[in-house]
């Protein structure tokens, strides 16, 4: 009661009681709001650690370097039985993060496409745009997983009735089978021929911009850039091997006994997951891609026109810059999506994350806690991680104001 | 401090809430009570175990186990609430205080038993792992595997099994795992898998699900031994008594010849062991925390083990299993209950 009254500053006319400043009281609901939650947290917790104590279940993170005796088909990371349950769960981060880039790529190039042919001018292609992305997208994706999951085990031979593709491929209800690299000097050698050729190329296309800028004729990137990617990484091949043909070894997949052996797989769950995300998704961007386009205004098109620019021309240099600044924060948004939906991967016995840590994982340690609180974690920073990404290419393609 | 009485009393509302899994509160046996009804978990459908008909009745061996916990109580075998559970999420729903008693052919292991916060109470039966196989692969032995793609459920001890038996014998498989039976099953008919791995007793009731199950055949080897038990959580000695006891009497019954028919004419007779048992003499019940009668309700509502097991696995039933280690134990098999007295 006492405390406001005396506060006044050099004579002039006292100030409100403190309790009426509207800055203080917010502040001091915020402050108790802040405390509550935090013990209401800190309660929590120490409920949970008492339960925890009661049943007998022992808290810590200590079961990840124990051996785990389970094992996992067409893993990234190579996991066997005996290895810890740390690297069980990386295993599983890597199949999760190898499909959600496969499915982000392939989702984008069919959005992007579909996306336009919504556009288009031609009647069948717009209608057959539109039922694509109204089919898709208004089914549940757990179903559509399910559908291409049994359509990919369904309508493939068994593996002794592989049907055999071009260039050393056989395809059957086990998998895509291809030749693989066998350790070589050979193929480090093409590895850094490789890299060198990306360098090179780099360089070639910042100096051909230069000389375009200081107005002299740019280079023939077009025919440079393939003959560096040929060039350098042969050259380097047949440096250190002295022949090419013969430094770079592969397995090729062949039948034994159940199964194809040899070379490297790609499982039908990989495929069956990566198909029906990127489809699922590609609906989605189809439409933000849609929308961006269509939101660049008829004026500028127009005056692209009026320029003399082809229509082509337009489309690429004018249309698309400013669309894509319409077209990129929702398109993190669905990648964020596709990544977490990745989850659904349990359904269809694709070992990813959640697969693997909800389900061996925390079977056989008991650690629900712990697992579940640490693929949460992984998928937070993955998706932040993601947005990051994406907020610096929205940054970098936002309307340059000078 | 006025407003203590009201935050005293919302706190204690949230700490209840959120204790529900503690048993430090009142006693499972107590909660059941009050509740009117014993929550199980169950298999969400596994032929022989447990299976829903159309009207949400359930069936079966498990089934039957829940239901003479029920007779125990409550002198009536139905007032249970099934609730199905996949193998992943069994011990969370056991942890979690969501079930009273997991009775859902799952195998009694050392780590389970302790740092997973579940007690088994007892085996009510002995399975091992097997695999089934396409007929036409023309396979004798489990020893024949290497190389084969094969179709588990996850979060199963057959995952860890199969992983043991390729590494001991030195050979290779890849292994398909899924999160539900159903979808594991669907997996292998599909032709995903050259083998299914199971407990012998699933395999048996899954194969009848496959499109063609003339097709297919069960290995003969058991590459593990899988003892199914009832489970409770840890850290309440009455109701863990009260499911093992269960158990045990439902045993010692057969042993002791009392049936559904003729409990009745049992429990009056002058054997001091049926009365006993029976409750006619003695206060075996009430030191449970269950009536006098609890074990005649329980035979009277189920029958006693190898009726139930009959019912289910018998000759009459459609799966055909043959008792082998669940017959009692003086006619070959492991069930022994240790003395009612």
Not at chain 1, 93 to 104: E, K
Not at chain 2, 125 to 148: I, P, T, W
């Amino acid at each position: 009661m006492r405390a406001g009254q005396t506060v006044t500053t050099s004579g002039r006319a006292p100030r409100a009681a403190w309790w009426g400043n509207p800055a203080v009281r917010a502040f001091i609901w915020q402050a108790l709001l802040v405390i509550a939650v935090i013990s209401l947290f800190v309660w929590a917790g120490r409920n949970v650690a008492a339960n925890l104590r009661a049943s007998n279940i022992t808290w810590g993170f200590g079961f990840l370097t124990e051996a785990a005796n389970f094992d996992i088909t067409g893993s990234l990371i190579p996991f066997r039985a005996g290895d810890t349950y740390a690297r069980a769960l990386l295993a599983g981060f890597g199949n999760t993060l190898a499909a959600a880039l496969v499915a982000i790529l392939i989702a984008t190039a069919l959005g992007f496409v579909v996306g336009v042919a919504r556009l288009s001018r031609n009647v069948l292609v717009a209608r057959f745009a539109a039922a694509y992305v109204e089919a898709l997208r208004n089914t549940p994706l757990l179903l559509q997983l399910l559908v291409w999951y049994n359509v990919v085990l369904k309508s493939l031979p068994g593996p002794r009735q592989s049907i055999a593709l071009p260039g050393g491929l056989l395809l059957n209800n086990r998998g895509l089978y291809g030749p693989w690299p066998v350790a070589a000097p050979g193929w480090s050698a093409l590895g850094l021929g490789l890299l060198a050729a990306l360098a090179v190329s780099i360089g070639l296309a910042v100096w051909s911009a230069r000389r375009r800028r200081a107005g002299r004729a740019p280079l023939a990137l077009w025919l440079l850039t393939p003959l560096v990617f040929i060039g350098l990484p042969l050259a380097a091949v047949w440096l250190t091997a002295g022949t090419v043909a013969g430094a770079l070894p592969v397995t090729w997949p062949e039948l034994r006994g159940f199964n194809v052996g040899g070379g490297v797989t790609l499982l039908p769950e990989f495929v069956a997951l990566v198909l029906g995300l990127s489809l699922y998704t590609s609906a989605f961007i189809a439409e933000i891609v849609r929308s961006g386009v269509q939101a660049v205004p008829k004026g500028q098109r127009e005056a692209g026109r009026a320029l003399g620019l082809r229509e082509g021309q337009i489309l690429r240099l004018i249309v698309i810059p400013q669309a894509l600044r319409l077209i990129i924060p929702p398109l993190a948004g669905q990648y964020l999506n596709l990544t977490k939906n990745s989850s659904l991967a349990v359904a269809i016995g694709y070992p990813d994350l959640v697969s693997i840590g909800a389900g061996p994982v925390l079977q056989n340690t008991g650690q629900a806690l712990e697992v579940i609180s640490l693929i949460m974690l992984i998928y937070l920073a993955l998706s932040l991680l993601t947005a990051l990404l994406m907020n610096w290419w929205n940054a970098r393609m936002a309307l340059a104001e000078r | 401090m006025k407003r203590a009485p009201v935050l005293m009393a919302m706190a204690c509302g949230v700490a209840a809430a959120m204790a529900n899994g503690a048993p430090a509160a009142a006693g499972v046996l107590d909660q059941v009570r009050q509740r009117g009804q014993v929550i199980c978990g169950a298999n969400p459908g596994l032929a022989g175990f447990g299976v829903p008909d159309d009207k949400g009745k359930w069936t079966g061996f498990d089934v039957d186990y829940c239901r003479a916990i029920s007779a125990a109580v409550f002198g009536d075998p139905d007032k249970v609430k099934y609730v199905p559970l996949t193998a992943k999420d069994r011990f969370t729903a056991l942890q979690t205080g969501e079930i009273d008693v997991l009775v859902r052919n799952t195998t009694w292991t050392m780590s389970r038993d302790t740092a997973l916060g579940a007690s088994f109470t007892n085996v009510n039966f002995y399975d091992g792992q097997a695999f089934l196989v396409r007929a036409k692969l023309g396979l004798k032995s489990a020893l024949e595997l290497n190389g084969a793609t094969i179709c588990v459920q996850q979060g199963t001890t057959n995952e860890l099994n199969m992983a043991d038996f390729f590494r001991s014998h030195k050979m290779e498989y890849k292994p398909v795992s899924f999160g539900s039976a159903a979808e594991t099953v669907r997996a292998y008919d599909a032709g995903r898998c050259d083998a299914f791995t199971s407990d012998s007793s699933a395999l048996h009731a899954e194969r009848l699900r496959m499109t063609n199950p003339s097709e297919h055949v069960v290995l003969p080897e058991l590459i593990s031994r899988e003892p199914f038990g009832a489970a409770v959580r840890k850290g309440d000695d009455q109701w863990f008594d009260v499911v093992r006891w269960v158990g045990y009497g439902l045993v010692a019954a057969e042993d002791a010849g009392v049936t559904k028919a003729n409990v009745d004419e049992k429990r009056s007779s002058d054997n001091p062991e049926l009365r006993r048992m029976l409750g006619a003499e003695g206060k075996l019940g009430p030191a449970i925390g269950l009536p006098d009668e609890w074990l005649v309700n329980v035979v009277r509502a189920v029958g006693n083990y190898g009726e139930i097991y009959d019912r289910h696995f018998g000759e009459t039933s459609r799966l055909k299993i043959p008792r082998g280690l669940n017959n009692l134990w003086n006619k070959g098999g492991l069930m022994y209950a240790p003395p009612l007295r």
